[in-house]
T-cell receptor, first 116, second 107 residues
């Protein structure tokens, strides 16, 4: 499977715990995005990377959230001291604007986070 | 803030009928894309229209773009049960998505 993969698919945690999600983009894609989506809403942009550089972060991304892409390949999104309001689907997407001048996103299936 | 806003928020039609959903956006764009999302899954790219295009077709999909009104429409012809999903538009400005149109095809 050469698509975008996310792990885990589901995560249940208690309030106050830390969680980490992983995203493996399509191998030749140099751009990687994180989105958060709650029920009945569209995906909300969180942050994106160009290779290993984090180029933009949304104001939605509080200090409890941190994302990394250390070698320009896979990425991790960590949430510290989780709150019930963090419950959502976390989506990762990748693209290759260098190869495709019209940027088109390829999404993973997401990680569903439930904070109890 | 969201760049694209879809309308209607929800739409139910009989199988075989055509479905039309609209998207409005705020700033100038180079292109606009439509994505589909099945329940509990990631989004899938459907079709892209550039700012210098007015209409584009792909199979049963037809997209129009009116840059003067800052709006786009997606038409799905001869709908099928498998078209039941949420549909989102996204502009090229940071790939921001709207809230989507939830389409339900009735058997």
């Amino acid at each position: 499977d050469t698509g975008v993969s996310q792990d885990p698919r589901h995560k249940i945690t208690k309030r106050g715990q830390n969680v980490t999600f992983r995203c493996d983009p399509i191998s030749e894609h140099n751009r990687l995005y994180w989105y958060r989506q709650t029920l009945g809403q569209g995906p909300e942009f969180l942050t994106y990377f160009q290779n290993e550089a984090q180029l933009e972060k949304s104001r939605l991304l509080s200090d409890r959230f941190s994302a990394e892409r250390p070698k320009g390949s896979f990425s991790t999104l960590e949430i510290q001291r989780t709150e019930q309001g963090d419950s959502a689907m976390y989506l990762c997407a990748s693209s290759s604007p260098d190869r495709d001048p019209i940027e088109k996103l390829f999404f993973g299936s997401g990680t569903q986070l439930s904070v109890l | 803030s969201q760049q694209g806003e879809e309308d209607p928020q929800a739409l139910s039609i009989q199988e075989g009928e055509n479905a039309t959903m609209n998207c409005s956006y705020k700033t100038s764009i180079n292109n606009l894309q439509w994505y589909r999302q099945n329940s509990g899954r990631g989004l899938v790219h459907l079709i892209l229209i550039r700012s210098n295009e007015r209409e584009k077709h792909s199979g049963r999909l037809r997209v129009t773009l009116d840059t003067s009104k800052k709006s786009s429409s997606l038409l799905i012809t001869a709908s099928r049960a498998a078209d039941t999903a949420s549909y989102f538009c996204a502009t090229d400005d940071k790939i921001i998505f709207g809230k989507g149109t939830r389409l339900h095809i009735l058997p």
